[in-house]
Structure formats: structure tokens, C-alpha cells
């Protein structure tokens, strides 16, 4: 069964792939943002034999956060920068000024989520 988003828009969707079109894959980066600490690769489910609980000790304290922010392009990875804490507007405005645009050529497209819980994109 498909389960389209009920706030989906063909003509949107039709207008985007339209303007993406003019665009070779090459020319595409994609950045993006992520979080990382002590708790991250916990999981929240697991599997036991019959009328056994799954248990595995874990990290009760979250320990030190840090935010990696990454671009991604046709090729790879082409630039990251980790930090100590959450990403702020100055933190990312600084990730593409001073690092991302420095290794871009003309012609590059930046895409960046739309509404990727951070309100400072």
C-alpha cells in the first residue's frame, strides 16, 4: 500500500522536478546536519527468546554532545566540520563561508532540508 503524505502537492513536486532537471547531478551538494553522544547508537528495541526481555546495558548519561555538519556531493564527502554542542545560525553561516564555498566552483547548487528542525537555515 502507498501512503502519500496528505500534505503533498503534484504541482509543487511537478515544479521542483522541473527545476532540478536543468541541473546535472555533478552540480548538486547536499548539507545537512547531525548529532552525536554518548546515547546515539543505543537502541530503543531488541530481540529475546520467548518470555525473556531483551536487555543491554547502555549509557545513562548523555556525556559530551557534538553537531557534524556535512555536504555531500555526486562524488562523496566534500567538506564536514564537527563542533562541541548545538549548531547556531553564526555556526552554520561559518560552515559554508569558511569552508564549503572555499572548495566550490561556479555553477554548484547547495540544497539544504526544508524545515530539518533547525529554524536558522
Request: some cysteine; aromatic content about 16%; hydrophobic content about 40%.
Amino acid at each position: 500500500m502507498s501512503k502519500p503524505a496528505i500534505e503533498r502537492n503534484e504541482n509543487d513536486r511537478l515544479n521542483f522536478i522541473v527545476h532540478m532537471s536543468q541541473y546535472y547531478p555533478t552540480q548538486l551538494v547536499f548539507s545537512d546536519e547531525a548529532v552525536y553522544d554518548k546515547r546515539t547508537l543505543s537502541r530503543h528495541y531488541g530481540w529475546n527468546f520467548r518470555g525473556k526481555r531483551a536487555c543491554k546495558s547502555t549509557f545513562f548519561v548523555r556525556g559530551k554532545r557534538f553537531t557534524i555538519e556535512g555536504a555531500l556531493c555526486f562524488k562523496g564527502l566534500l567538506a564536514y566540520a564537527i563542533q562541541e554542542g548545538p549548531m547556531n545560525s553564526n555556526d552554520y553561516h561559518n560552515f559554508i563561508e569558511h569552508i564549503l564555498v572555499i572548495i566550490l566552483f561556479i555553477g554548484i547548487l547547495i540544497i539544504i532540508p526544508y524545515n530539518n528542525n533547525a529554524d536558522f537555515y
